[in-house]
């Protein structure tokens, strides 16, 4: 089979990519062929068959056919301007985020006027579609009214996602991802960056500035479990679906105490003693707006699966990132 | 003031209009000048202000940004295909009920872009935003899950229009308006027609066709009623509505039987005589899939106000429509 994935540069599709080339397959076919887009072209990773990085505008017109015109049997549809930026620059977020999706989807469209095609698309949502006033944990049946820009755009992704796939033109399912912990890399700016610093730079030995207090709540799934949702997003029958394409991963609810205290089971005191508290207000009204914890029923019914302790959190990540080792 | 209608020549459109010219002034506010656009341009009323009645379509480029260049105080956005003709028509449903609405917002923000800008900007939505299964009544927090292309484009308009306001571009109040009856003209070819025609045929001594049992139950409110939305919608104070712009219209929940009750009150058994049962297997299920009841408590709150009973809803349209005679 022949696999698209949009986005691939990012930290999920790397990691996407990784995972599939590993696998070999997906749902017992072979891939033969992967087509890895995003802005700047990704690392075309080592694989036996046919492997193709291209750097690739997905909001620029003509990108999105030129892409589907190669008829990929699935499709990955990661890229997305993150929410600190579809804040700041309205333009580029609606312009990336909502015309590069529906580019994305007119194309697969107009594809299957010519000749039958109906590709599974995989969408990344975000748990931004939700605004408060929240209830004590967000079920599946809980309304969609972002407080950003980003939310309002993959909200406006899901019901054409829905509406794209009742009408036949694509096998879409979505998945709000939870805020991704241990996020690999370099401290970044993004108000939620914290979540994972603070136990990311401690485990190997580096200082963090945790800006709010510890009894900060918020939902999380490791990059591993991430990649699991995208897998299996992948080969799950949407006839379960119906037509509420989009569902809300499963994931962890737990304080950034619960956090701290993990990261001593894992690494001790000292560890512990690396982070900094750096009270910052903006940060702190930013994600007294985020949720906090969900019901995801309907998403651990239909297999999906996540970490059920912070401490699973932190092993995956000292397996995946550390090679096993703390320090 | 400066008012403009988009959707000027249809029948919602056309009793605003009138009821504009008539009360003269908005809030408090004289009305100077009225622009009436429309894909066919609008009858022009008698009025004492200025009155430019447009062929303008809102889909093409250049439209929007020619009727926002006038700085309008007021807008109200009603143009739209119709939920069967989107249904139809993929490509011209998008392209007038999502970018009609889009471009309308963006030259809204373009044009507050040179000089501070921020109409209040009423847009109709639609109870086709909800999709089944329903519960017993829908409640201001019920999901928006639309099962047809024209709902999709709704609730996408209903996302931006939140998105817009949030961001200061535009002071946006959106209504979901029940199902008008009774609607004035023909008969028409819309699969909600018939709750009209029954009413409205009889009352003109003419036959009508009821294509579902009298046991469906459906979502009401009379034209008269929908104006007094929108021109409520024009002056309320929107700090109440918070970034949840839109709220659904407070509306009558009766039966097809209920209708032929009151039918029969006002007019007479020889009137309810004229009613033909002709079960239609497609009309039923379409209608099916309909909202059957709402709790618009928040709408309530706010101040809409619709009828309480179906004996009210016909009584409006004797007045309005009949001369106050029926036969």
């Known amino acids: 089979m022949h696999i698209l994935i949009i986005g691939a540069a990012g930290m999920v599709g790397r990691k996407l990519t990784q995972a599939l080339v590993k696998a070999g397959e997906v749902g017992g076919k072979p891939i033969e062929r992967l087509t890895l887009a995003d802005i700047v072209a990704a690392e075309a990773p080592a694989f036996g068959g046919a492997v193709e990085a291209l750097a690739a505008d997905l909001s620029a017109p003509g990108t999105a056919a030129a892409l589907i015109g190669k008829r990929p049997d699935l499709i990955f549809h990661l890229a997305a301007i993150v929410s600190g930026e579809a804040e700041a620059d309205f333009e580029k977020g609606y312009r990336i985020n909502l015309d590069g999706t529906r580019y994305l989807l007119e194309a697969i469209r ?119 949702f995208l897998l299996h997003a992948a080969t799950i029958d949407t006839d379960r679906l119906g037509w509420r394409r989009t569902v809300s991963a499963p994931g962890l609810s737990a304080t950034v105490g619960e956090e701290i205290e993990a990261l001593r089971r894992a690494a001790g005191d000292k560890a512990v003693a690396l982070i900094r508290e750096e009270p910052n207000e903006t940060i702190a009204r930013i994600v007294a707006g985020w949720p906090r914890n969900f019901d995801a029923k309907r998403a651990l019914s239909l297999g999906f699966r996540a970490e059920s302790s912070m401490d699973e959190i932190i092993r995956a990540h000292i397996e995946d990132e550390l090679g096993g080792r703390v320090g």
């Open 110 to 228: 107009l594809e299957g006027s010519k000749a039958p095609y109906q590709p599974r698309l995989v969408f990344t949502s975000s748990i931004a579609v939700f605004g408060a006033p929240f209830p004590e944990a967000i079920g599946d049946e809980f309304l969609s009214t972002p407080l950003t820009s980003y939310g309002t755009q993959k909200a406006i992704g899901e019901l054409l996602l829905n509406d794209y796939s009742r009408r036949g033109f694509v096998d879409g399912v979505g998945i709000r991802l939870p805020t991704i912990v241990v996020r690999p890399g370099k401290p970044n700016l993004a108000a939620s960056g914290f979540f994972s610093n603070i136990l990311r730079e401690p485990l190997s030995g580096k200082e963090a500035v945790l800006p709010v207090s510890r009894d900060v709540r918020h939902w999380f799934a490791s990059p591993r479990a991430a990649i699991g």
